[in-house]
Every structure is written in C-alpha cells, then in structure tokens.
C-alpha cells in the first residue's frame, strides 16, 4: 500500500470514529457509574411508570390480586370475548394518550418507564410472530416521548409463561424457568424490539425481565446472558437495566457486569408493617454498583404515605448515595380503599357501575352475579365504558402534594437551582381543574 492510501485509510478510520462517537454520545449510556444523555453529560432520569396500559393488574383498576388474564377471563364470562377484546383494545387507545406525555413532560419528569405483557406482541398461538397493532402501540408512543423529549424504558413486565407466580407477572401454567420454548420466546422477543428501536435514541435502556422470580440466581444470569447476546447482535447502542431477584432488591448473585453499557435497577417498598430497610437496600445495591463500577438506579417504587414518599425522594437524591434515577409507582391508577395510606399521583375516579364490576372480577366465576345482584351484560357494557372514560388524563384528579412532592427538584439541587446540561428542570405543573391538595 502507498504511503497516500495509508494517510488516507489513516484520515478514513479517523472520522469513522468520529462519527460513532457521535452517535454513541447521542444515546443514553452507562458510562462507569453514572447514566449519561447527549454529550456524555450526567443525566438523572426521573419519571413515573405507565402500569396499567399495556400490563394490567386489579390493584390499579380498583380490582384486587387479579393477574391481567385473570381480569380478562372475568370480562369475557360477564359480556362475552368480543366486547372484552373491544375493550382491551380501547384500553390501548384511551389509558395513555399523547396527552398523558405532555403533561408528565410538563410537570418536569424526564421519563417514562412502559410495562408491557408479550401478549401484546405475540400470541401464545402463533409464536414468534409478532402484532402489527402491538408495534404501532410502541411506535407511538415513542413518537409523542421524542416530540415532549420524555425518554422510554421499555420494561417487559410479563415474560412467556412468566417469569414469577405472582399477579404482577401474569403467569401461565408454565413459567419461563421451567421451559425452555418460553425462554427462547423471550429471547427472540428482546431481539425483534431492539432490531426495530436500535435507532430511537429517545429509548434510554431495555429493562430484561420485572421483578423476576428464578429458581436461583445462576437461572437468571444464564437467562439474562441470553437475551444480552441476541440484543447486542443487533443493538450496541442501549443501555441494559438488570433487576436483582427477591423483587427487584437482591444482586448479590451478579458475579461481575455481564455486558458494556448495563446498569443495575432496584425497586422499593415498605408494605404493611414491614421493617424499613431502605438504608439498608440503599448501602447494599451501592456495593454492588462500586465493585462493578456500573451505574444504580431505582425504577419502582411508591404506594406509601407522602412523608415515605418524600423521604425516599430525598435518599435517591442524596448525591452520596449515587443514585442515577427513580420512577414513581405509578403514574394513575384507581385509588385503593386506604388512599391516605398509599397515596397515588394522579387518581382515577371509578364509575360506579365500574365499582361493580370490579366487586365481581375478584370473585371466582361462579360467584360473580349472585342472586339478586345480577347485572345485566348491557349495564356491564355501559360500565365498562364510562370506565373508558374515565380513565383518560383529562378526566382525572392529580394529588397536589404528591405531584410538588415528586417535581420539587429545586430542594436538591446544591447550587441553589442551577443545573447543567441534561438534568431534569421543573416545568410548570399541569393540572386537571379537579386536584386533591391534602
């Protein structure tokens, strides 16, 4: 080769780099122990979590310890599939709309971490093929998130066959752990989403698997390693978020990062009277996060009282812990019957006949119309509904402390309010004109 096609392969690999470089720097990135956003500046990713939408569970729909195709199952047995299918659909369209994105920008939050079900790609029928209309569900919303500039985590929330037996997991009879068709499901399935969003850089890191339940800690490696390879065949550029076992609180299994560019993601709660052990939890995920030097963020945690809830703000905050980021649990919901007690964000007032509805879906088939309290399939249908309705952002109440609670990033910031590029600025907080202020 002459020394001019030297110089000039030279200059060609040096602005290749460039180039790469610059598009790395435009996504965000585990960069040592800090999440990072354009220009490889330091950003917090605050947000709150869309459950209820794609992923569904009674508590938040004024229902109980129903799994979603167990609620399924119960509006199917009380109007028949093709209005229960109707109404998942209208579900999709009406629970998060683009509505919903500007006023979570509005009020400040940076994020949007979005549970979904497989089932809303892919049919246990026809496996490894995969829902148009569930892409163009994705495909939206991240559309509204780059118009708003609300970054995404994508969070399957429910794995083939379920990766836990628990509601929230949406098991079926066969958990992930026990099969290896599901595990191979779910491989495949990280693999199509990170084909289709590698590109998206409003998309801030692909959340394997929620609060997974394995039979040790060595199945959910092997599980995760897995899936890394199949995403990083096509998709170098997002981050991956790894959650520990014993919902989402134990890492200790980890042996080291199990691939560039990851970060570690606990959940918090204090149920019941439970000892509080977030210092504790705080100490250890921070030890974990040290010794891999990978980043540490929390991305759920909430249903407790507004003093726990600014407490825990105030620890995530607290630049000694390290924390990179939190999202709130969740963004609306159907208050519980203890609403002091687990205060919520923004509430949706149910229906009554909605309320109804929900009485039946917790009892076992043959108890949901008892006699003399049956309702007709009509009624249902009408309740179901205003229950549509109901449930669109316009339509709700926002908790005013929560909300000033949760935005207020001002009482963090050391300099007083000043912020460098990339962390989160509160906004003026939108609110519907029916608030709770308690």
């Keep these: 080769m002459t020394t001019s096609r030297l110089v000039a392969s030279f200059i060609l690999s040096i602005l290749l780099i460039g180039v790469i470089t610059a598009a790395d720097a435009a996504f965000v990135r585990a960069e040592g122990q800090q999440i990072t956003g354009r220009d490889n500046k330091p950003v917090k990713l605050r947000g709150v979590l869309l459950e209820g939408w794609l992923f569904w569970h009674g508590l938040l729909?004024?229902?109980?310890?129903?799994?979603?195709?167990e609620m399924s199952a119960a509006l199917e047995d009380l109007v028949g599939a093709e209005h229960a299918h109707r109404f998942k659909r209208r579900v999709y369209e009406n629970f998060v709309t683009k509505r919903d994105i500007r006023m979570i920008a509005r009020m400040g939050f940076n994020t949007v971490r979005v549970p979904f079900n497989y089932r809303m790609l892919e049919s246990d029928a026809r496996p490894f093929e995969y829902k148009q209309e569930g892409w163009a569900l994705l495909d939206r919303l991240i559309e509204w998130c780059e118009r708003y500039g609300v970054y995404v985590v994508l969070d399957l929330h429910s794995a083939p066959g379920g990766q836990g037996r628990i509601f929230v997991a949406d098991p079926g009879k066969t958990l992930l752990w026990k099969s290896e068709k599901h595990k191979r499901r779910t491989v495949a399935l990280w693999k199509a989403i990170a084909a289709r969003y590698r590109d998206r850089e409003i998309v801030a890191g692909y959340d394997l698997l929620n609060e997974p339940h394995p039979p040790n800690g060595k199945a959910l490696v092997q599980m995760y390693r897995r899936i890394i390879r199949a995403i990083r065949k096509v998709d170098r550029n997002h981050m991956i978020i790894l959650e520990g076992g014993k919902f989402s609180t134990d890492f200790s299994f980890f042996p080291a990062p199990l691939t560039a560019n990851q970060s570690y993601c606990f959940h918090t709660y204090t149920f019941f009277p439970l000892p509080d052990k977030r210092a504790e939890q705080i100490e250890a995920i921070k030890r974990i996060g040290n010794k891999h030097n990978v980043p540490i963020w929390n991305c759920e945690f909430g249903a407790n009282t507004a003093e726990w809830i600014k407490e825990t703000v105030d620890v995530f905050e607290d630049p000694q812990?390290?924390?990179?980021?939190?999202?709130f649990w969740p963004w609306k919901r159907i208050p519980g019957k203890n609403s002091r007690r687990y205060r919520h964000l923004v509430e949706v007032q149910p229906p009554r006949r909605w309320v109804n509805i929900a009485k039946r879906m917790k009892r076992p088939a043959w108890r949901r119309n008892p006699f003399g309290r049956k309702m007709s399939q009509q009624e249902v249908l009408r309740g179901m509904e205003e229950f549509l309705d109901a449930m669109r952002i316009e339509n709700t109440r926002t908790d005013r402390k929560i909300a000033k609670i949760l935005t207020d990033?001002?009482?963090?910031?050391?300099?007083?309010?000043?912020?460098?590029?990339?962390?989160?600025?509160?906004r003026n907080v939108r609110r519907p004109d029916t608030s709770i202020d308690q």
Excluded: A, C, L
Excluded at 61 to 69: A, H, I, K
Excluded at 409 to 426: E, L, Y
């Design 61 to 69: 729909w004024g229902g109980g310890f129903q799994s979603e195709t």
């Design 321 to 327: 812990n390290g924390v990179n980021g939190w999202i």
């Design 409 to 426: 990033f001002d009482r963090h910031t050391p300099d007083g309010g000043k912020r460098s590029r990339g962390q989160t600025r509160r």
